[in-house]
């Protein structure tokens, strides 16, 4: 047998060897959490580092007193998922509603200093958070805005649109302006050949900048912290897990539940955008 033969086996065993490792490694924690979320708290105190319980011990409760309200003895973390979808949803329209003209604009427009203003948007975003809130904060309170999740969102577009636009510049540059000149050749509109020929080409890109600024807006702490502190009807999900994980008398189950409640949104959403993101990147392939 061959050095090469030998060399290639040993390769390809090593090759499954590190994938199970890295498997191993990643999903481990995952699953020990959502191992402590179904366990009651009698259960864990006994044995906490089982991995493998009895599916008779197996109950929803810390779910349960996680997603009920306040009022009920729960954690009220229904009404948190809701603010938080809503912050996110406002943040990711608005981001995409000002990101993609401009990133178009700096993309194909000429104007004297397009390289400069591209630079200032990725500048922008290389910003410390803590330099941009106390600025902003002073000026929601003056609005009146502090306290509302309208205001919460325009922070965050504030923070994402910048890398919106860098990131959805480059693939409108890779776009062949033959495809665009085509279209005025056609008699349609800067804007008319925006929405039918250039957006729907760059739609992988803004599924991925979409998901990329609501998983922003859905984990962001320190803003909402700032912004929504004396609200705790308005407060968004990481803010209920920063108080589930900061108190002692909240048991580690009901942490476990509310940490899985927060996960599993995003990544759900992650599945149906990647579905999403092959089937644009393949639409252009099949000839119709």
């Not at 086996?9 to 699953?31: M, Q, S």
Request: charged share 10%.
């Amino acid at each position: 047998m061959s050095a090469e033969v030998v060399q290639g086996r040993v390769l390809a065993v090593l090759r499954w060897v590190v994938i199970a490792g890295a498997l191993f490694a990643t999903l481990l924690p995952f699953y020990y959490m959502g191992l402590l979320s179904f366990r009651p708290i009698e259960s864990l105190l006994r044995d906490p580092g089982g991995l493998v319980p009895q599916l008779s011990e197996l109950t929803l409760e810390p779910y349960r007193r996680v997603l009920a309200s306040t009022q009920n003895g729960g954690q009220g973390f229904g009404r948190l998922l809701g603010n938080s979808l809503l912050v996110a949803l406002m943040t990711v329209a608005l981001t995409l509603l000002a990101a993609i003209p401009g990133s178009y604009a700096i993309a194909r427009l000429r104007f004297a200093g397009s390289r400069v203003i591209n630079f200032l948007f990725l500048a922008v975003y290389l910003f410390p958070a803590m330099i941009l809130a106390i600025p902003l904060f002073t000026a929601f309170t003056m609005l009146g805005l502090r306290g509302q999740l309208i205001g919460l969102a325009i922070v965050y577009v504030a923070q994402t649109v910048p890398v919106a636009i860098y990131m959805l510049r480059g693939y409108f540059a890779t776009i062949p302006e033959s495809l665009e000149e085509a279209g005025f050749v056609d008699g349609l509109t800067r804007f008319q050949v925006i929405r039918k020929i250039s957006l729907p080409l760059a739609m992988p890109s803004v599924m991925s900048t979409a998901l990329y600024v609501f998983m922003i807006a859905w984990n962001e702490f320190l803003f909402a912290l700032l912004f929504m502190v004396e609200n705790r009807d308005r407060w968004t999900v990481s803010l209920g897990l920063s108080q589930l994980s900061g108190s002692i008398e909240v048991p580690t189950t009901i942490l476990m539940a509310g940490s899985v409640v927060i996960t599993v949104p995003v990544i759900v959403l992650y599945l149906l955008a990647e579905r999403t993101l092959v089937e644009g990147l393949t639409a252009g392939a099949e000839k119709g």
